[in-house]
Nanobody, 127 residues
Framework: QVQLVESGGGLVQAGGSLRLSCAAS????????LGWFRQAPGKEREFVAA????????????YYADSVKGRFTISRDNAKNTVYLQMNSLKPEDTAVYYC????????????????WGQGTQVTVSS
């Protein structure tokens, strides 16, 4: 069982930055693929970024939606059981509730079928 708690959301002006954090419970954090999804009002939830489960000395692969590529960076700190989403050059269209997700399958996580989800944190970007 994994519990995820997001933090770091808020109100920011266009062009600004925010860093979201997602703290996870459990002792096998490194065995989970982690990701961020978002849902804007009236829209379906969409994939934002993901990072594969850790595999020894190999750097974890990361994946991004085209809409955030070059602006957002996902990273993980297995010692702190935390995954981060650094968001730069924010745009009004980035406004949404951001959800953290985890799954032991890299593919399930990226497809939105992750087994564990956080409660979400609101990000609002003003123009």
């Amino acid at each position: 069982q994994v519990q995820l708690v997001e933090s770091g959301g808020g109100l920011v002006q266009a062009g600004g930055s925010l860093r979201l954090s997602c703290a996870a419970s459990g002792r096998t954090f490194s065995m989970y693929a982690l990701g961020w999804f978002r849902q804007a009002p009236g829209k379906e939830r969409e994939f934002v970024a993901a990072i594969n489960r850790s595999a020894g000395w190999t750097a974890e692969n990361t994946y991004y939606a085209d809409s955030v590529k070059g602006r957002f960076t996902i990273s993980r700190d297995n010692a702190k059981n935390t995954v981060y989403l650094q968001m730069n050059s924010l745009k009004p269209e980035d406004t949404a509730v951001y959800y953290c997700a985890a799954d032991q399958s890299n593919l399930s996580l990226r497809s939105g079928r992750g087994g564990y989800w956080g409660q979400g944190t609101q990000v609002t970007v003003s123009s």
